[in-house]
C-alpha cells in the first residue's frame, strides 16, 4: 500500500541548516498537493510550507525566506529545506500530500535547533 516515508531530521546549531525528505514508496504515481506540518512539545500541530502540483508555494510567515519546498516527481520525493534555522524551528516535522487520489501522511521526523 502507499506510504510516505520521512527521514533527514537531526540537531543542529541555530544558523545551521537541514533538508528533510519526504519519499512516496508502493506507488506508480508521485505527489499531488505536498505539504509540511511541525509540531512542538505541549502545541498543536501547525502548516509550515504548502505547495500545489501545479501551482505555487505558500510558506507561514515564521519560515519565509529561510525553508523551501522542491519536488522531483521522477525521484516520487518531496523535500523541506531548513536554512538559518533557528529554536523555534523544533519539533516534529511531517510530510502530508495526496497522491493519486488519497490523502497520506508521513510518520513525522524530529528535528532540534539548539540555541
Known amino acids: 500500500q502507499v506510504q510516505l516515508v520521512e527521514s533527514g531530521g537531526g540537531s543542529v546549531q541555530a544558523g545551521g541548516s537541514l533538508r528533510l525528505t519526504c519519499a512516496v514508496i508502493r506507488s506508480h504515481v508521485s505527489f499531488g498537493d505536498v505539504a509540511w506540518y511541525r509540531q512542538a512539545p505541549g502545541k498543536e500541530r501547525e502548516l509550515v510550507a504548502r505547495s500545489e502540483k501545479n501551482g505555487p508555494t505558500i510558506y507561514a510567515d515564521g519560515v519565509k525566506g529561510r525553508f523551501t519546498v522542491t519536488r522531483d516527481n521522477a525521484k516520487k520525493t518531496a523535500y523541506l529545506y531548513i536554512n538559518n534555522a533557528q529554536p523555534e524551528d523544533t519539533g516534529v516535522y511531517y510530510c502530508?500530500?495526496?497522491?493519486?487520489?488519497?490523502?497520506?501522511w508521513g510518520q513525522g521526523t524530529q528535528v532540534t535547533v539548539s540555541s
Open positions: 502530508n500530500s495526496l497522491v493519486g487520489l488519497a490523502n497520506y
